[in-house]
């Protein structure tokens, strides 16, 4: 029998070790794991990096991780948030690296690592600072950057609906990175508002339970 | 000299876009143009993060906070709206299928090289978002801003300085002074301030106005 | 006002003319647009290029185009489904080209091609007769081909309903490459079960309407 | 000789599978492998044209002609399934997200290498389908065959002669005959159908079978 549900978030994350590297879905506060990230900064782990759109605000979430020091990476492509106190604290102080990159190549290296795919050429950032030291090619008169797939150790999502399957429903624009990190990292552990005992509708699905490892339940609305 | 508000040129953007159009409003100050579209015409706003049709803010009591556009504040779904992921979002940008984006900038050049996500004296981390995947894609790209930097600096220029968002994507420049399309031949005169003359606004562009 | 409905399949396939390339949904004879595919053979457009999946069988769809001598070309993964006699036919008398490619490279190309991507290196196909010809690179200790992207000047979407925004929802396994050729093609022409007056649910929507120029209704299931 | 029959050989390879699996099943005799399902497993069945659960027919009155997997035939959809779009199904193969799959063959080498998607004799148009796909992604490949043509024909063999649809893929092979793995040093013997001798079989394998 298939049931990939844990007790709660602390069990979730129990595998995420020392150096480890984390996918965390989310877009400024919406969809944000936040169950999962507070029980990651509880339990410790160190060394960490973390691969978001942001890099976290006030004091919960990423930002929780980096207050602590438990994160030695962020690879992110907007850690300025108003908010963002705690990132810019590590940063000036050499104590956080950071790479940043273009959104949509954050997202589709991801897509690539999760399908397979060994790379992609994307006209984004051709001809600018973020494409330094990278390949390029002129296809069609036009220019693109060879852009790699990005994996991870763990992924962190948030959705809105799961059940034992690990099929996911997302709610509004908290869908996000979402979908693309549970397809991109080796073990995706899922919260959920709520997990159904009956099984979504499969014309419902937007995350198929093959993309998560494990799922849990916080109810907490941010 | 005579300045529009930041009110007259989100107002002024508006009268550029058409009938059912597909528009990405970059945040800050392009998030205004949607305010004053004129009546009668419908379009689709698409915020990057997974929106297609993102509508006014909600109503209090209604607010939504897994609801928000790309500056991060919250807002409402029209009908005819759809929610998707980053890469599906990426995909409508880069893929050419926005019609137009609404940007802000630092600088803009008279090939259309746009500067608008880092300067050299930033003493903040980099941070890039979604503005190099927008002017990559987008085929039409309006830039609202201001005609000279707070310090007195000019900001259009025969080159950027600061490091660039993108080379040769920029389409109009819409500032306080005076409306400029990116011509072959350089900036472009479309319309100046009323009050204002073209030897005023000429003195500070830091590249050739041509009428 | 946004308004992209159509009163009927043959006023809906108006714009295609002789020489089009055409990308039409379905797998099997699930998904497919019979109805926008029988006004195509009325009009009698000629030189056509089909992209699908598979090559038509029996007497209608693609089938149809076929025996009427309208195409020039099939690129398509899997021809010879039982029952594409017009298909087989054509082939064996030189009188319709084929390109072959494996499923997921088609499907890819597809995507690449409406997600503004320059290409991109898949391991399928990788040492075999399909990647004759083609760049390959070695990345990690794996073979990757390179795939270019994969456009078309319309594509023929199978909706289950639709919205006048154009947005679409699917309905089972007839939704396969429908979502992707409406991404793909220049100009991406719907048929729906159901023209809905209300709006799609935007949490239901499967095929954002910024993909679809134009839809019409045409109730008939397979 | 002593042959296993297609539904034997099918319930020899559903022993293999263990509780929890994504498993894509081929088109032909590798469809009837799920009806041999050990009881007390739940396994998912992936169609590569965009159900994940695929399920047994559809009881008489309740068939969906748009319900169908990827031998075209109709089928249900079982209780955690999911629908998805070819690109997604995709990333599922390639992407090492599916962990079994079970296929035809033509021919398979020693080395591992796999020939199911052309034959040299064919008079037919050229069709590969997702055969490829699942190869390049999916860890565990396992194929079931006959271990000898219609015609004669040694199909187990040190290089194959058909078009190749992938290189060092396979993982086991299930044949009427016996159960190889597919070894570092070649073809390995797992079992022989009962009744039949090592070197009756060797005689029909046109490669050295290790033990």
Partial sequence: ?222 | MNRRSDAEMAARVAQDIPDGAYVNLGIGKPTHVAAHLPMGREVLYQSENGLLGVGPPPEPGREDRELIDASKRMVTAVPGAAYFDQCDSFAMMRGGHIDIAVLGAYQVAETGDLANWATLEDRHPPAVGGAMDLVAGVPTILILMNHVGKDGSLRLLERCTYPLTGLGVVSRVYTDLAVLDIAPEGFRLVELTSGNSLAEVQALTGAKIHV
Same sequence: chains 1, 3.
């Fill in chain 1, 1 to 222: 029998m298939i049931d990939k549900t844990c007790a709660d978030p602390v069990a979730a994350i129990q595998p995420i070790g020392d150096g480890a590297s984390v996918m965390v879905g989310g877009f400024g506060t919406s969809g944000i794991p936040y169950g999962l990230l507070n029980a990651l900064a509880e339990k410790g782990a160190r060394d960490l990096t973390i691969i978001s759109n942001n890099a976290g605000e006030g004091e919960a979430g990423i930002a929780a991780l980096l207050k602590l020091g438990l994160v030695a990476k962020v690879i992110c492509s907007y850690p300025r948030t108003p908010g963002s106190v705690w990132f810019e604290r590590r940063y000036k102080a050499g104590e956080v690296a950071l790479e940043v990159m273009p959104q949509g190549t954050l997202a589709e290296r991801m897509r690539a690592a999760g399908s397979g795919l060994g790379g992609f050429f994307t006209p984004t950032g051709y001809g600018t600072k973020l494409a330094e030291g990278k390949e390029t090619r002129v296809i069609g008169g036009r220019g693109y950057v060879f852009e790699p797939p990005l994996s991870a150790d763990f992924a962190l999502i948030r959705g809105e609906t799961g059940d034992r399957w690990g099929n996911l429903s997302y709610h509004a624009t908290a869908r996000n990175f979402n979908p693309v990190m549970a397809m991109a990292a080796r073990h995706s552990i899922a919260e959920v508002r709520q997990v159904s005992t009956e099984p979504l509708h499969p014309e419902r699905v937007v995350t198929p339970g093959i993309f998560i490892a494990s799922l849990c339940e916080y109810a907490v609305r941010p």
